[in-house]
């Protein structure tokens, strides 16, 4: 099967992407329907997640001069996630 292959390539493609990369995001949006639920879901949780999450850990609450890119970069994946 060609699929896990492919997974695998996305995943390593991935070991270095940050957040504010939306490149990832157009890379893999065209397969979130294409693979299974399970795969779906193992590649996101392993590639971007996490990374999304430790961006949003660093989001610094400042009503004064509030920076919301980390906030914009993690709502970019809602609809694939």
């Known amino acids: 099967e060609l699929y896990p292959v492919i997974r ?3 995943a390593v ?3 270095d992407w940050h957040p504010s990369d939306s490149s990832a995001l157009l890379l893999l949006r065209p397969w979130h329907r294409v693979f ?3 795969d779906w879901e193992a590649l996101i949780t392993r590639s971007i997640t996490s990374k999304l999450g430790e961006a ?3 989001l610094v609450i400042n009503p004064a001069a509030q ?3 980390a906030f914009h ?7 694939v996630l």
């Open 8 to 10: 695998h390539k996305l």
């Open 13 to 15: 493609a991935l070991m």
């Open 36 to 38: 299974s639920i399970g």
């Open 56 to 58: 949003l850990a660093g």
């Open 67 to 69: 920076d919301m890119s």
């Open 73 to 79: 970069w993690v709502m970019a994946w809602v609809d």
